[in-house]
């Protein structure tokens, strides 16, 4: 009776220290706990004209080489585009440069692949600077950029600014038959 009762109780014991560990390892896969990456989270306002377009930067630390794409996807354009236009905000204090400065077709990235430029589209690019301090880029494509189902982007090529905060970019096109620029969204840039 003795050796019965010392197994069982052997048993248990071991029982238990499988146990436990399981159910103290297993139990963050059963809590699906969502962090937040930051501790304010910027929001558009729904109701106001602002339309959001998608763009990708590659860094957001202030003083860094930068990337950014700002995106023309086949859902932002109804009409051909004879012209485009980026107005950049008066604090994004960065020096642009026009060979640094890109008009491409460009596959936007996911989970399996990279934001990347498949082919540069023959462009003219002008940079504005206005004595307000405001700046904005002109892009002339040689050819009428088309409503299919391709993505376009706008590339620039900047170190960041040395303040950190939102910068809003806004996009504006000449559409096929007007000789006026429409409104065609915009994007935040965060710098941390």
Known sequence: MQKKTKKLIFNINVFRFLLIPTILVSTPFFNKIQEAKAGFEFQWDQNSGIKRLKWFQKENKKRFRNKIYFFLR???????????????PKTFESDLKVEKIKFCNVRIGGFENRTKCIDDIPADIEINSQESGLRSLDIYPYK????????YAIVLKVINPKRSGLYQF??????????????????TIRID
């Open 74 to 88: 086949p859902v932002d354009r109804n009409t051909e585009l004879l012209r485009i236009n980026l107005a950049i």
């Open 144 to 151: 009428p950029i088309p409503a299919n189902k391709e993505s």
């Open 170 to 187: 806004h996009l504006y096109g000449q559409l096929k038959g007007n000789t006026v620029l429409s409104y065609l969204g915009s994007s």
